[in-house]
């Protein structure tokens, strides 16, 4: 045996992975929450060196109450959804196989309610710090969140689950 050989059997056995060895979860990008602070962030930034025209004209305690009630809403959605995940036997975590569709609850009105509330969070930084910059970090988000890892996520059930996550797609909308 080579050297090289026996550095790719460490990293195999270490690693949990055979080569051209598929495992049994979505190839998503990043985890979502990542995804979504990352946006949140360059917002920060943005907002620091490309200070921009207020979203809102009017001062007051208004925008800090409606951005506190997105959060509180979302943390609903996050903990419904949660629920619904350990009551069927499966996990939120999409590094973790995932052992069954779950169709009821918050996944009857969206297919992904945890980033509907991760995106509810981010457009609340808009009411938070007065800025236009969140909105454009929460577009960037929804569109990482949709090509990184909604997309592949849909690939990885389908492959898993058929005609069952099909139909279940056909009745239930993507987003909302």
């Excluded at 598929?22 to 907002?47: E, H, N, Q, S």
């Amino acid at each position: 045996m080579e050297k090289t050989d026996a550095a790719v059997l460490r990293v195999e056995y270490y690693s949990g992975i055979v080569p051209n060895d598929k495992p049994d979860r979505a190839r998503i990008m990043a985890p979502p929450p990542l995804i979504v602070l990352i946006c949140i962030a360059l917002g920060f930034v943005a907002k620091h060196f490309l200070p921009g025209v207020p979203f809102f004209a009017a001062k007051g305690n208004i925008r800090v109450s409606i951005g506190s009630a997105l959060v509180a809403f979302a943390i609903v959605i996050i903990a419904s959804s949660r629920r619904a995940f350990i009551e069927h036997g499966t996990h939120p975590n999409p590094y973790t196989p995932t052992k069954a569709i779950v169709t009821d609850g918050v996944y009857r009105v969206s297919r992904n309610p945890i980033y509907i509330a991760f995106l509810l969070i981010a457009l609340s930084f808009v009411l938070f710090t007065n800025s236009l910059w969140f909105i454009a970090s929460a577009i960037l988000a929804f569109l990482w969140l949709q090509f990184g890892v909604v997309r592949r996520e849909e690939e990885y059930l389908h492959g898993k689950f058929g005609r069952e996550y099909d139909d279940y797609c056909r009745r239930v909308r993507r987003w909302i």
